[in-house]
């Protein structure tokens, strides 16, 4: 099953090429793993016709559309947050780049008059609604060329998932939000310290089930809130103790916290034995869903290249659409 999956994910690289070099401290208060994201983001965008006026989707600080303006081309940014709108049109300022900085909700009606056919639009890491949305609009306009890199497919505004294209909407597959977030939950190789702190936790929080299913007398799972990491250094009772005490639980009574600390651990250990099973369908499933939006673009008369933009270590969502009419 293992092979089968490699198998149906199995997607190749896009081509690059070298990137003009990019302005003094550009990458200054970009966090390192997100810039080399936007290098190799930046590096796979070959069009036919050389961009006019670049359009970051979703842009954040317009640290993308920085990186990709040259001399000759316009760029206009699209964040939904007030607070980035300005820092990015500082940020713009002082690298004396002519970039116009929007604060606009991309899910607005008005969205479709920011946008016209002379856009380029890029999107790197937009979610869900947010992307499928600059893929709607930009076909409608008549965008020759853009540039899309999915994230999130969870978060949409449906309980369940609808197709973008004629041959996804011909499909027996039912997606529900839970399926939709399968892709999400792979993540980047974490450090020996992080995975340690994240399985203690995990294992603790399976054991506190365990111990309020046994107070309480009813076998049902019970919210509980996230603690802070300083509570992993407390002892394992100390631990219980103060959940249970939170949801007014009381903890009087022998208990046999080394016992209940191990069943917790078994309990991980089943989790993640579960969790490799589900892992065989996460990047399939990307795939298809990524498949779907390049056959949307496809139905529309564009010509549709897909791909990898980078290695999974720098970021597992490294699938790329670049996508052109001629």
Known sequence: ???????????????????????????????????????????????????KHWLDWCSGKGHLGRRLLQTGQQLTC???????????QALSQRHQMHALHVEQDVLAANTAS?????????????????HVRLLQLASAVGCKQLAVAPCCYNRISLATYEALSSAGSRSDLQLSLEDLAL????????????????????????????????????????????????????SFADYCHHLAAHKELST????????????????????????????LFRRPLELWLVLDRALFLSERGYTVRLGTFCETPLTPRNFLLLAERT
């Open 1 to 51: 099953m293992a092979a089968l999956s490699l198998e149906l994910s199995s997607v190749g690289e896009l081509p690059g090429h070298e990137l003009a070099v990019a302005g003094h401290r550009l990458n200054v208060d970009v966090p390192g793993r997100k810039w080399q994201q936007i290098e190799a983001f930046a590096s796979r965008l070959q069009f036919a016709e050389a961009p």
């Open 78 to 88: 699209l964040e939904y947050d007030p607070t980035l709108v300005l820092s990015g």
């Open 114 to 130: 920011l946008l016209n056919a002379e856009h380029t639009p890029v999107a790197l890491h937009a979610c869900g609604d947010l």
């Open 183 to 234: 892709p999400m939950s792979e993540t980047v190789t974490a450090g020996a310290r992080v995975r340690r702190q994240r399985d203690t936790s995990m294992a603790r929080r399976l054991a506190f089930d365990l111990l309020q299913r046994q107070l309480r007398g009813i076998d049902e799972y019970l919210p509980t809130p996230s603690l802070p990491s300083t509570w992993l250094d407390k």
């Open 252 to 279: 009087i009574g022998p208990q046999d916290w080394p016992a209940l600390e191990a069943a917790g651990w078994q309990r991980l250990a089943e989790v993640r034995n579960l969790e490799l099973l589900r892992g």
